[in-house]
């Protein structure tokens, strides 16, 4: 029930229906744009905004430029960490490289000295490798990659480019082994060359060499070169062997004790000249003894008549 001249609110404010505020809007955004494309009337209220809202923008700009940026940053990082990578690998191959070209040119020029070695030898050999040292610590061995079908005998002497290293003792189809100067079991007839005294030198082990059953007066002196004599009719004579270290004089039994240094690379691996043996030296026959036995008592006939 309602008083008299007095009705209840509407329970909803209803306004304008949603199609006519729609063409409304419509129509005057229809009217601005014609009125400013003609007659530039808005162009200061454009410039106005624009300036109000550019720290908005760029605020907001902000992050998404920093994000560009650090990916970018990421991405530069990540290419040269790559390049890092790929060129530290072609280092690497470049010096492994370098290193085997040195190893080949140090290696032809030892092939070069042992050729020419042959050549001032005048006498016959063949080039062989060393592959390997002999598993017992206690001798001084290596095995070389040519063996009796390359035509490696037994006895044959073994040379570096600066000396003699050795000599073949055991021969194998495909391999050989080799007793170096410095085993305790082997012996060199040589030669001082400064002096031209004949001695027997012997391995002592440990690189190292020894003349023994020398007066302890002998004209020994440190410095001095030890070759070969070629008084066994096996070892060339005038191969260099060793230099004498020191002489030691004092000793309880009168001989001096010399010890020497390898002058060949004995104890390196590497290639060596394995050489012909000597030939033999010529025999006399029964037959040319007995005429020069015949020879000689003529000789002494003839003197005795005169």
């Known amino acids: 029930m309602s008083l008299a001249g007095h009705e209840p609110p509407p329970f909803f404010r ?25 007659f530039r009337t808005l162009s200061f209220v454009r410039q106005v905004v624009g300036v109000a809202i550019a720290p908005l923008q760029l605020a907001i700009a902000e992050p998404l430029v920093w994000l560009d940026r650090s990916y970018a940053n990421f991405g530069a990082l990540t290419d040269a960490q790559q390049q890092n990578v790929a060129l530290r690998a072609q280092l690497k191959e470049v010096q492994s490289r370098q290193l085997r070209l040195q190893s080949l040119e140090t290696e032809n020029d030892r092939l070069r000295t042992l050729m020419q070695l042959k050549t001032r030898l005048a006498t016959q050999g063949k080039v062989a490798e060393i592959l390997y040292a002999a598993r017992d610590v206690f001798d001084r061995r290596v095995v ?7 035509g490696i005998d037994e006895g044959q002497p073994v040379v570096d480019e600066r000396g003699l290293i050795g000599q073949v003792t055991r021969v194998l189809p495909l391999f050989s082994e080799v007793r170096l100067i410095t085993d305790k079991d082997q012996a060199v007839p040589v030669q001082v060359e400064r002096s031209g005294l004949h001695a027997v030198l012997f391995g002592a082990g440990a690189s190292e060499l020894e003349i023994r059953f020398l007066a302890a007066n002998t004209d020994v002196q440190p410095g001095d070169v030890v070759s070969t004599s070629g008084l066994d009719g096996v070892f060339l004579p005038g191969l260099p062997v060793a230099r ?10 009168g001989f001096a004790r010399i010890v020497c240094d ?6 390196n691996h590497g290639q060596v000249l394995v050489l ?16 020069s036995s ?8 003839s003197a005795g008549g005169r």
């Not at 004498?244 to 039994?253: G, I, L, M, N, Q």
């Not at 015949?294 to 006939?301: R, Y």
């Open 294 to 301: 015949d020879k000689k008592s003529d000789d002494k006939k």
């Open 144 to 150: 070389i990659d040519k063996g009796a079908a390359q």
């Open 262 to 267: 390898p002058i060949a690379g004995v104890e």
């Open 14 to 38: 209803r306004g304008p229906a949603p199609l006519v505020k729609l063409f409304v809007l419509v129509s005057l955004s229809l009217t601005m744009l014609v009125v400013d494309h003609r």
């Open 244 to 253: 004498v270290k020191r002489v030691e004089r004092e000793s309880a039994d």
């Open 276 to 291: 012909d043996k000597r030939a033999p030296a010529p025999t006399l026959s029964s037959d040319s003894a007995t005429s």
